[in-house]
């Protein structure tokens, strides 16, 4: 059974820092990338960052180039996000998802996910 089990939420003041952790199990986790996707209140989700976790071809929106950082750590299973100078616009619901990786990954955008996990919130105070 797939499992993906997002952590490290919380709240924080503009500018300040926070690491979200996403542990996977059941399935083979170089095989996939794992992405970082929020969702705020009246807005569609989108993907914030991606990693192909064999490869570490890595993706970013735009709107956190610079100040997100994402890791894996293929001998624990687990992804994750550091996220740095927080600004009230990334106040969202963070959720990590799993897709099976293609022969090819660019790394130009988040792919749709397979598979997700629950949610984190995370909340920034101005």
């Known amino acids: 059974e797939v499992q993906l089990q997002a952590s490290g939420g919380g709240l924080v003041q503009a500018g300040g820092s926070l690491r979200l952790s996403c542990a996977a199990s059941?399935?083979?986790?170089?095989?996939?990338?794992i992405g970082w996707f929020r969702q705020s209140p009246g807005k569609e989700r989108e993907g914030a960052s991606c990693?192909?976790?064999?490869?570490?071809?890595?993706y970013y929106a735009d709107s956190v180039k610079g100040r997100f950082t994402i890791s894996s750590d293929n001998a624990k299973n687990a992804v994750y996000l550091q996220m740095n100078s927080l600004k009230p616009e990334d106040m969202a619901v963070y959720y990590c998802g799993a897709r099976k990786r293609g022969r090819y990954y660019s790394g130009n955008y988040c792919p749709r996910m397979d598979y997700w996990g629950k949610g984190t919130q995370v909340t920034v105070s101005s």
């Open positions: 990693i192909s976790v064999s490869d570490g071809t890595v």
């Open positions: 059941g399935f083979i986790f170089d095989d996939y990338i």
